[in-house]
């Protein structure tokens, strides 16, 4: 199993990125696939998830602190999932990373703890 998150950047405040994670060894619509994030000095926080419901429905959920500015999606042509980042602010750089959870043990979506795969972290800086 290998989750690859890419992406990352330097953009301005008010900018946009996009980062992808790639995955690798599982399948998408059996995992909840989560982003998140670690500023220096503080604790990594949960950003978004998205599990598959069926037939063409996907399911996201959004921390408050991302709601309306980050958007998570899957890509319909490859194995990797989107985090859509909008209206950036100097406080969201960090480190973005993203993880698989099993869906049949996750609770909370937002608790590193329930996520079984990790990838590796892309760094975003936004610069005020």
């Known amino acids: 199993v290998q989750l690859q998150a890419s992406g990352g950047g330097l953009e301005q405040t008010g900018g946009s990125l996009r980062l992808s994670c790639a995955v690798m060894g599982l399948s998408l619509e059996n995992w909840y696939i989560g982003w998140f994030r670690q500023a220096p000095g503080k604790k990594r926080e949960g950003l978004s998830c998205?599990?598959?419901?069926?037939?063409?429905?996907?399911?996201?959920t959004y921390a408050d602190s991302v709601k309306g500015r980050f958007t998570i999606s899957r890509d319909n042509t490859s194995d990797t999932i989107h985090l859509e980042m909008r209206s950036l602010k100097p406080e969201d750089t960090a480190v973005y990373y993203c993880?698989?959870?099993?869906?049949?043990?996750?609770?909370?979506?937002?608790?590193?703890?329930?996520?079984?795969?990790w990838g590796q972290g892309t760094l975003v800086t936004v610069s005020s």
């Open positions: 998205i599990t598959y419901e069926g037939g063409s429905t996907w399911s996201a």
């Open positions: 993880a698989a959870a099993n869906p049949w043990t996750i609770v909370k979506k937002f608790e590193e703890y329930e996520y079984e795969y």
